[in-house]
């Protein structure tokens, strides 16, 4: 990890500005052979966190290729912990990769996706969980989710779960002693008492994995799939709940033949909403395709809208489209209620059981409201508040958590069943390493590996 590498670590596109960022020992030197200063200033000899205004020279050719501000950080006190250069030039795609072909021809190497943090993580400057807090920083689609990552990211999730592992080392370190020194006179741990340790640590695990269902919404959001048969007002829904006309709204069924997707929020919850095909028997080949991956899309949604249209009598298409959705977490819309009423919705009542329905009229903005609370109180399970406890955004961390509190559990099943002390430690262990996955303390190169390429380049 001697090697210096660089990256683009602004967005490649046409900006105002645009970075090439350096890491490792030659960073300095490099950039070095590429500025000229003004006033003949070498960055070598800068101080540390300054930045320095001059040009970058191609040095086969003498020609300036970009004005631009260097900033020198000098090691340990830098996101790598390494010597850090920032070039700070134009934002031009071709500028940006002219600069980068010259820091590599001096023999930076090209960075891999994240490895900048990954360097930051193997020289102790972050844990795995606040590594992984930077990726969902940069992918954040809410204010909630941006809360929660930089939660983490200060090691809100760390502070939680480093005391347990320091509990269970202390428990394995008194039963090892005790075990392979008898001769000394090692107090003896009685049973009740760790047992009662055993169950005040897996509480304070509970605690955090409890947060996991809220945590994978604020993370990921709610894939949320609105069906119907047509010219219920589905594409009019998706306009409303957008406040604006993405979808083509008309008196025609069949509009709308394949999937649209928008996200948006409500109560800072992130939402993927996905306005499909009407569900309906077609021999229009495109519309058939459109309705089949409406099918598909209902077994992998998080939450199924149907609408249905009060003005008509239910249809055998209707009743096709609540067979599909019995099972899963659904809400029912009933629309045109501003026209008159082909059916009472007690009747409606006896068809879908215990889904929720919801009377609305979009041509006069009535319900939605009554909708969005009603989507909110499905999927949060209380308030959202980040002072109390860090949430469980990551699914590498809830299956963490859930396989440290089995083996803590195992461990009060083996001392009620009187089984050896030995026995005990190696599921104490088992736990130790599981929690160590969380922050990275117990983990394969293979598996950093993975979850650094998740990264974009430059970060």
């Known amino acids: 990890m001697n090697d210096t590498i660089a990256a683009i670590a602004t967005a490649l596109s046409a900006s105002g500005i645009g970075i090439i960022r350096l890491s490792g020992e030659d960073a300095i030197k490099i950039a070095d052979q590429l500025f000229i200063s003004p006033k003949g200033k070498?960055?070598?000899?800068?101080?540390?966190?300054?930045?320095?205004?001059?040009?970058?020279?191609?040095?086969?050719?003498?020609?300036?290729?970009?004005?631009?501000?260097?900033?020198?950080?000098?090691?340990?006190?830098?996101y790598t912990k390494e010597d850090v250069v920032e070039i700070n030039g134009h934002g031009g795609i071709i500028v940006m990769q002219k600069l980068l072909q010259l820091v590599l021809s001096l023999g930076a190497r090209l960075a891999e996706p994240g490895e900048f943090t990954k360097r930051a993580f193997l020289n102790g400057r972050l844990d795995l969980s606040q590594a992984e807090a930077v990726i969902d920083i940069i992918n954040a689609k809410t204010d909630m989710a941006l809360k929660s990552s930089v939660g983490q990211l200060e090691g809100a999730l760390s502070l939680r779960v480093k005391p347990v592992r320091q509990e269970i080392l202390s428990l394995i370190a008194h039963i090892e002693a005790s075990i392979d020194y008898p001769e000394y006179d090692i107090d003896d741990l009685s049973n009740a008492l760790v047992i009662e340790q055993l169950d005040e640590m897996i509480s304070t695990l509970n605690q955090l994995l409890e947060t996991a269902d809220n945590g994978k919404i604020i993370r990921e959001g709610i894939q949320t799939i609105i069906v119907g048969k047509p010219n219920v007002g589905k594409s009019s829904l998706m306009n409303a709940l957008l406040k604006e006309r993405r979808a083509i709204v008309t008196d025609i069924p069949g509009t709308t033949r394949d999937t649209l997707e928008e996200y948006m929020t409500i109560s800072g919850i992130p939402i993927k909403i996905i306005d499909t095909a009407g569900i309906r028997e077609t021999?229009?080949?495109?519309?058939?395709?459109?309705?089949?991956?409406?099918?598909?899309?209902?077994?992998?949604?998080?939450?199924?809208?149907?609408?249905?249209?009060?003005?008509?009598?239910?249809?055998?298409?209707?009743?096709?489209?609540?067979?599909?959705?019995?099972?899963?977490?659904?809400i029912v819309l009933v629309n045109k209620i501003d026209l008159n009423k082909q059916y009472e919705l007690g009747y409606l009542k006896s068809l879908i059981k215990d889904l929720p329905f919801i009377p609305v009229s979009l041509k006069d903005n009535i319900g939605l409201e009554i909708l969005e609370k009603t989507i909110k109180d499905m999927f949060l399970s209380g308030s959202i508040d980040f002072n109390q406890t860090p949430y469980i955004t990551n699914i590498r961390h809830k299956h963490a958590l859930e396989k440290a509190i089995n083996s803590l559990k195992t461990v009060i099943s083996s001392i009620q069943n009187a089984m050896p002390e030995d026995c005990w430690a190696i599921d104490l262990k088992n736990a130790y390493d599981f929690l160590g996955e969380i922050i990275g303390e117990s983990m394969g190169d293979s598996i950093i590996d993975q979850i650094f390429s998740q990264f974009c380049l430059g970060k």
């Open 283 to 330: 021999e229009d080949i495109v519309e058939k395709i459109g309705v089949s991956r409406t099918k598909e899309l209902i077994d992998d949604a998080d939450l199924v809208i149907m609408m249905l249209d009060i003005s008509v009598p239910i249809s055998q298409e209707d009743y096709n489209v609540l067979e599909l959705i019995k099972t899963k977490k659904a």
């Open 42 to 78: 070498l960055l070598k000899d800068q101080r540390s966190h300054t930045l320095n205004y001059g040009y970058i020279v191609d040095p086969s050719t003498q020609k300036v290729i970009d004005e631009v501000l260097v900033s020198i950080m000098r090691q340990p006190n830098t």
